[in-house]
């Protein structure tokens, strides 16, 4: 449709001297802005916009010359699609980001393609006292500040702590790492096999929709946790797709930056969310496992990290869930554990320190959650190359488990009879698979066949 929308650059990333931005985008003009609330804004049409420039045509589309890629994230943009072309023309990706109801069931990820003419995308300054106004306003649209409550968020854990005793539970958890294609979600079970907690509830989106066409149904019976590790779609995706069916789960998720399509999913959600703002400063304790803010400064790096910890003694007991966060974000009390859910999906690592260790040298056991053939290349060679190298074993990448099989969801179990119980349980949540104990370690750990496994595919 040609009209006027407003934006935020939401990733902007240079890569081989082309210029990628994400920009998360709402269909009003300038008029209709004054009347909008951060309610309303979910009646209203939002869409991610992926645009590519190179360094000739950037100052075309952009006002001035290109200074570095990320100098421009978080900044405001005015498009206007109804500008006759003139000169340049752009291709545009377009993903709708309309929070789906039940009522209508909607798709939740569109894709069409606009050209957009010179002059029709500009940024909107912070010099000018008119253009301020605007992207105040904007700001304060998108802005998740108004969803936290301090009161609420500390009422709310006192009840996590009550409710993940682990005298009701008795070290009979059962932990799952689901596939859901380039994305994260893992589950936390009762000894009924009853979720009690999710870490993350994502999936593969937009342009990695095609690794998780059909979200899965995952149960919700007793209103479990679940513990957002960050705000990228990638981990919540499944319950985006289907809010009405997790919107009274008890949302535990970081105050971080915010765009439309994000602010949406906390509205709809907004009932049983809580922030955390400082409250995981500091290690955070719980009974059967700990949660910390990591340190950093981008969205990855100042989520949620989770270390489960079960209590068992003859199988996989602790745990650690980083999200998306470099390892030297997490606190040092996380990251010494037996099983570990690679960050970012095996993407790259900007440093090794604080790599997390497992108890048993060279027995790590590891997940990596991702789909295949996914637009960012994960996992990367070099990442994984890294955790074996640091006795990480190399789950899904043993011969069974090639980068084109990862079909399966893994349970954090090295019991037999504990897989089999989910696959009779959860039939239509897909295969399940889990570490097989010394036959895992003989013949997967090593990472023997990354060569042939990496052969032909194109990590740079
Ligand atoms: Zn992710
Ligand atoms: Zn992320």
């Not at 009853?194 to 993350?200: A, G």
């Not at 030297?328 to 790259?348: N, S």
Request: charged share 30%; net charge negative.
């Amino acid at each position: 449709m040609q009209r006027e929308y407003f934006g935020i650059i939401y990733e902007s990333e240079l890569e081989n001297e082309e210029v990628h931005m994400m920009i998360d985008t709402i269909a009003v003009s300038e008029s209709e802005l004054d009347g909008l609330t951060s309610e309303s804004i979910n009646d209203i049409d939002t869409q991610l916009m992926f645009i590519t420039l190179n360094r000739e045509n950037f100052s075309d589309f952009m006002s001035g010359k290109f200074e570095s890629a990320e100098n421009y994230e978080r900044r405001w943009v005015k498009i206007d699609t109804r500008v006759s072309f003139g000169g340049n023309r752009l291709e545009v990706e377009v993903y709708s980001t309309n929070v789906p109801t039940g009522e209508f069931n909607a798709e939740s990820i569109g894709f069409t393609t606009l050209n957009i003419g010179s002059d029709s995308i500009s940024l909107i300054g912070k010099r000018k006292n008119s253009e301020k106004i605007i992207s105040d306003k904007l700001e304060e649209l998108i802005s998740l500040n108004e969803l936290y409550d301090g009161d609420k968020t500390a009422q709310l854990l006192e009840k996590f702590k009550v409710d993940m005793s682990a005298s009701k539970f008795d070290k009979k958890l059962q932990v799952v790492n689901f596939n859901v294609g380039q994305g994260n979600a893992t589950g936390v079970f009762d000894e009924n096999l009853e979720p009690v907690l999710y870490i993350d509830l994502g999936g593969g989106g937009y342009k990695n929709k095609f690794t998780y066409p059909v979200a899965k149904e995952f149960p919700v019976n007793n209103n479990p946790y679940v513990i957002l590790s960050h705000w990228d779609m990638d981990h919540y995706e499944t319950a985006f797709r289907d809010v009405a069916k997790y919107a009274n789960c008890k949302w535990i998720a970081p105050l971080q930056d915010s765009n439309f399509s994000i602010k949406k999913f906390a509205n709809a959600v907004k009932e049983n969310l809580v922030l955390i703002k400082d409250e995981f400063d500091r290690v955070n304790k719980f009974t059967i496992g700990r949660a910390v803010k990591c340190t950093g400064k981008k969205r990855n790096d100042s989520g949620i990290a989770v270390k489960l910890d079960l209590g068992k003694e003859n199988d996989i007991s602790e745990i650690l869930f980083p999200g998306d966060s470099q390892y030297t974000y997490i606190d040092k009390q996380l990251t010494h554990v037996e099983a570990l859910c690679a960050t970012h999906h095996g993407g790259k690592l900007y440093s090794t320190s604080n790599f997390p260790t497992c108890h048993k040298e060279g027995e790590g056991l590891i997940v990596y959650s991702y789909g295949k053939n996914n637009s960012y290349k994960h996992p990367r060679r070099d990442t994984v190359n890294e955790h074996v190298k640091r006795g990480w074993g190399a789950e899904r990448f043993g011969e069974k488990y090639s980068l084109g099989t990862t079909v399966h969801n893994v349970v954090f179990t090295t019991n037999y009879e504990v897989l089999d119980s989910f696959k009779i349980k959860y039939p239509s949540l897909g295969s399940f698979n889990c570490f097989y104990g010394e036959d895992y370690v003989k013949r997967e750990r090593r990472g023997d066949n990354l060569d042939k496994l990496f052969s032909g595919i194109d990590n740079d």
